[in-house]
């Protein structure tokens, strides 16, 4: 039987791809001009006293999440 | 996480570096907060939704139909060979996949298992002499800490207990009295 091998980062840094997709949004819409459930969870972060939002379960797929606002960089991660 | 410029790995929950080219270094770290959309429109007016065109086939077959069927919404999945990736085993404390708030204050992080609020309640526990509410709200899981004299909310995350454990080893887990 084969031993299990613990993960390195050696290991991971030799892989070409990874295994998440990040979520890259260019744009952004008014929350209240969406269609969604009034019990989707959200996840909400404040930046310039503005409110942004990402739909949990859209986050629960991608991990990460990264793009730019007002030119400073972020990056969420769930 | 793996950047892809330098491919150096990152904890995602302090934003620091810890392995590669970039380890020492950290990002700047925000808290974030959730809500539902009810909520979220009723109070505030003006928030902007960056909204996911990933459409995946296989994930919507998995959210549509395997989901609901084997009850994964209530208990939580995650796929096998995740936990495989971890580079240290997962703290024996609690079930792995426990949902719950984790605080950041006074270089000190606690635990608080969702279970162990109920829905409405609010726990007021003194931290620095300070006093610190946890309410989770009435409809849904939503819990979120907060400082009774200024409002402000300390560092939190709303996470699962091995992610939780392995960035912060030596944290404590809230109980109730009965346990």
Redesign the interface.
């Known amino acids: 039987m084969k031993s299990?091998q613990?993960?390195t980062?050696e290991k991971?840094?030799a892989k070409k791809s990874?295994r998440f997709?990040p979520?890259r949004?260019k744009s952004?819409?008014?929350?209240?001009d969406?269609r969604?459930?009034?019990?989707?969870?959200?996840?909400?972060?404040?930046?310039s006293e503005?409110?942004?939002?990402?739909?949990?379960?859209?986050l629960a797929?991608?991990?990460?999440?990264q793009?730019n606002i007002e030119g400073e960089a972020y990056?969420?991660?769930f | 996480m793996m950047d892809e410029e330098t491919r150096s790995l990152w904890d995602p929950m302090t934003g620091k570096a810890f392995k590669g080219p970039m380890a020492g270094a950290a990002m700047d770290i925000w808290p974030v907060f959730y809500s539902t959309t009810k909520k979220e429109t009723s109070t505030f007016k003006n928030t902007q939704l960056f909204l996911s065109k990933n459409r995946n086939p296989q994930k919507w077959v998995f959210q549509k139909i395997f989901r609901p069927l084997l009850g994964l919404d209530s208990r939580g999945f995650i796929p096998p060979y995740f936990f495989g990736t971890m580079s240290a085993p997962i703290d024996p404390r609690l079930p792995k996949l426990t949902q719950g708030l984790g605080v950041i204050a006074d270089k000190k992080a606690r635990y608080y298992p969702l279970d162990c609020i109920a829905p409405g309640e609010t726990i007021r526990e003194i931290w620095g002499g300070e006093e610190l509410m946890i309410t989770r709200a009435e409809d849904s899981a939503i819990v979120e800490a907060v400082w009774s004299s200024t409002g402000e909310k300390p560092m939190q995350l709303l996470s699962r207990w091995y992610g939780f454990a392995f960035t912060y080893p030596n944290c404590e887990v809230f109980q109730t009295t009965d346990q």
């Open positions: 299990k613990p993960i980062y991971v840094n990874f997709t979520f949004p952004s819409q008014p929350l209240a969406v969604l459930s009034s019990e989707e969870d959200l996840m909400i972060m404040e930046k503005r409110r942004y939002a990402f739909i949990l379960r859209q797929y991608h991990h990460l999440a793009g990056l969420v991660s």
